[in-house]
């Protein structure tokens, strides 16, 4: 064999070690955190690296200072399953719910009070807030609800389905994507004015959708599936993830990110949702949310009170 040849081989095997080495290096690991309850948690959403929160089934809010070395039980005042929770900052946040339920804070949860939904007992699953004013929410049969005023006041949007909604995000005041079942996957790009339907090239239930930069969008969902967008939403393709489980969750920081499941799936990217390395737990315990803060910190929620945290160095 040529001499040549196999230097350049042995080099180039080298240097895919040590670039190995230097992924694997630079990403820290999950640690399982002491679980505040056992009761199932549905979402989490941090306002800076270390002040979170977290929702859940029978009403639990569990709230954290410290990055989740520590959580403290907040009173919601409801017995409610809650879906979703999203804070502009440490003290301005929302929650929802089934029933239709709408909890908002702006103590940082010290107390909630319950807002009034124009979709009366219709339940809500996702949550997203442009500003402290400005938000949305939605939820089954095609539902979607705006405020302009921190949720005094809700008003309905024109749907254009009638699937259940599952998660919303916006990249900026006029442009969002929402993502449900059946590959539903709507765009506005006029504050919610109006909502399109685009097509998905899926038709698995989509459960979470994230906004990587003004272009480029992730979501994922049953089976599996990842689907992306480079050029806003116009076009989507299938992404590879090696894994066959529902995924439920999806956050991106820049191009690093992270998408979770059931039967502990945990997928991580550093470029963009093009490639995901597989960091999936042995327990198997169902995932249900991630939110990935920054480059650093990231945390993922899930059954019987499960609560992951990572800090990649």
């Not at 809010?61 to 520590?70: C, P, W, Y």
């Not at 990587?212 to 590879?240: F, H, L, M, Y």
């Not at 390395?277 to 899930?302: M, Y």
Request: proline share 2%; charged share 15%; with cysteine.
């Amino acid at each position: 064999m040529n001499k040549c040849y196999l230097i350049v081989k042995y080099l180039f095997i080298l240097l895919f070690l040590f670039s190995f080495q230097r992924i694997s290096i630079a990403q820290g690991k999950w640690v399982t955190q002491l679980p505040p309850t056992l009761r199932h948690l549905y979402s989490v959403h941090f306002a800076n690296a270390n002040t979170g929160t977290a929702c859940g089934l029978a009403g639990a809010i569990f709230h954290t200072t410290d990055g989740g070395a520590n959580w403290s039980e907040q009173s919601s005042g409801v017995n409610n399953q809650l879906k979703g929770v999203f804070f502009t900052s440490t003290l301005n946040g929302t929650i929802v719910g089934r029933d239709g339920l709408i909890l908002h804070t702006t103590n940082g949860g010290n107390s909630w009070e319950t807002q009034t939904s124009p979709g009366n007992i219709m339940p809500l699953l996702s949550t997203f807030f442009l500003d402290s004013l400005d938000g949305y929410i939605v939820g089954w049969y095609g539902k979607i609800i705006h405020t302009t005023d921190a949720g005094k006041h809700w008003v309905s949007q024109k749907s254009e389905v009638t699937t259940f909604l599952r998660s919303i995000v916006f990249s900026k005041k006029d442009v969002g994507i929402i993502v449900g079942e059946n590959g539903s996957l709507l765009r506005t790009q006029n504050d919610g004015k109006d909502w399109e339907l685009i097509p998905s090239e899926t038709t698995e239930n989509l459960t979470g959708v994230t906004f990587i930069n003004p272009t480029t969008i992730i979501a994922v969902g049953d089976k599996g599936t990842i689907i992306r967008s480079v050029n806003g939403g116009n076009r989507w393709q299938c992404i590879e993830s090696g894994v066959k489980y529902n995924l439920r969750g999806v956050s991106f920081s820049g191009k690093i990110g992270d998408a979770v499941g059931e039967n502990g799936v945990i997928l991580s990217s550093i470029d963009g949702g093009l490639t995901w390395q597989d960091e999936s737990l042995k327990s198997g315990t169902h995932l249900l949310a991630v939110h990935r803060f920054d480059a650093k910190h990231v945390t993922a929620v899930g059954v019987d009170g499960m609560i992951l945290r990572k800090v990649d160095k």
